[in-house]
């Protein structure tokens, strides 16, 4: 299992959980990383993981996810082409029935960072743990005021 760059808060630090078995049958080097296991990362890392144990920080992560997905619901009923908004935690997707790429350029034309996913029909949010409420709700503000994006690109 790949934590990379969760571990330290999207930040490369490249760290893979493996079995006894893949353990015994791989060598110093076969691993490699950008950044590995240098001083910056590192202490990145362990503010994150400090973070993270914090009581209530996961919590309100989760309740920040369900907030989203429920803001981005409110805001992108209706339109013809979202299919789906869904999600665990602060990673969203928003499944389209359309190519998401005309979207994907508007929102960052109005300053938000939409990638797709390899299928190239859904949109993927994951913003940093730490985002505002307020942040969240620009952002789907640009999301939805880009939506016509769609429209043009079907026309």
Same mark, same amino acid.
Do not use: W
């Given at each position: ?26 060598? +110093? ?11 910056? #990362? ?14 209530? +920080? $996961? ?7 369900? +907030? ?8 992108? !009923? ?24 005309? $979207? ?7 300053? #938000? ?17 730490? #985002?505002?409420?307020?942040?969240? =709700?620009?952002?789907? =503000? ?7 994006? $769609?429209?043009? !690109?079907?026309?």
């Amino acid at each position: 299992m790949s934590l990379a760059k969760p571990l330290a808060n999207g930040l490369l630090i490249g760290v893979a959980l493996v079995t006894e078995k893949v353990a015994a049958a791989i060598n +110093y080097g076969d691993h490699g990383t950008a950044f590995g296991g240098g001083p910056f #990362v590192c202490h990145a890392t362990l503010a994150t993981l400090d973070k993270i144990q914090k009581p209530g +920080y $996961l919590a309100e992560v989760t309740r920040k996810g369900e +907030y989203f997905k429920q803001l981005l619901k409110t805001k992108l !009923s209706g339109h013809p082409h979202v299919r789906e908004i869904r999600g665990a935690g602060l990673i969203v997707g928003i499944e389209l029935d359309v190519p998401a790429a005309p $979207l994907v350029d508007a929102c960052l034309d109005g300053g #938000v960072f939409v990638p797709t996913t390899r299928k190239g029909n859904v949109v993927r949010l994951v913003p940093t743990l730490i #985002v505002s409420e307020k942040e969240l =709700e620009q952002a789907a =503000e640009v999301i939805r005021e880009c939506l016509p994006a $769609l429209e043009a !690109s079907t026309s």
